[in-house]
């Protein structure tokens, strides 16, 4: 319970320093609408992620700070993967599945935030087969870095 409260400071920690990087940079969604350090739609069926910000960390040189908002038709589901970094989901609409690997899996609803430590191979769906799953995105990521590799 204690590294779920950890867990949950360092969301809330990572989603304010991220929020206020987004409001800084004023980039619109039309000019940030492809990132490369994210999946491209080719590698994700049935998920689509809109760039909300992707932008670069003042004070940290070759760091990238990315917002989406992702949307995962019903029943969709991202195969096993890891991150590069540090990725904060917070559930806007419908349920999230996670599964870390060798540990039970969560479900997430409207709200909730979830921290997941890089390396961390896990896989996350959609729990619902009628309603979209709608969710953002926060990542820290090095320039040109992939945030997620994909575990065969």
């Known amino acids: 319970m204690h590294e779920r409260n950890l867990a949950t400071q360092a969301s809330t920690a990572i989603l304010t320093l991220s929020l206020a990087i987004w409001a800084c940079a004023g980039a619109s969604a039309e000019e940030q609408s492809v990132s490369k350090e994210l999946p491209?739609?080719?590698?994700?069926?049935?998920?689509?992620?809109?760039?909300l910000v992707r932008t670069d960390v003042p004070g940290a040189p070759g760091k990238v700070e990315i917002v989406t908002k992702t949307t995962y038709a019903p029943g969709a589901r991202i195969r096993k993967h890891y991150h590069t970094s540090q990725i904060v989901f917070y559930i806007l609409e419908g349920s999230m599945v996670v599964q870390d690997e060798g540990k039970d899996p969560v479900t997430l609803k409207p709200g909730d935030t979830l921290l997941i430590k890089p390396g961390t191979v896990h896989a996350h769906w959609?729990?619902?087969?009628?309603?979209?799953?709608?969710?953002?995105e926060f990542v820290l990521v090095d320039q040109g870095q992939r945030s997620a590799v994909f575990v065969e």
């Open 126 to 136: 959609n729990a619902s087969m009628t309603v979209p799953l709608v969710f953002t």
């Open 40 to 51: 491209q739609p080719s590698e994700i069926s049935g998920i689509t992620p809109l760039v």
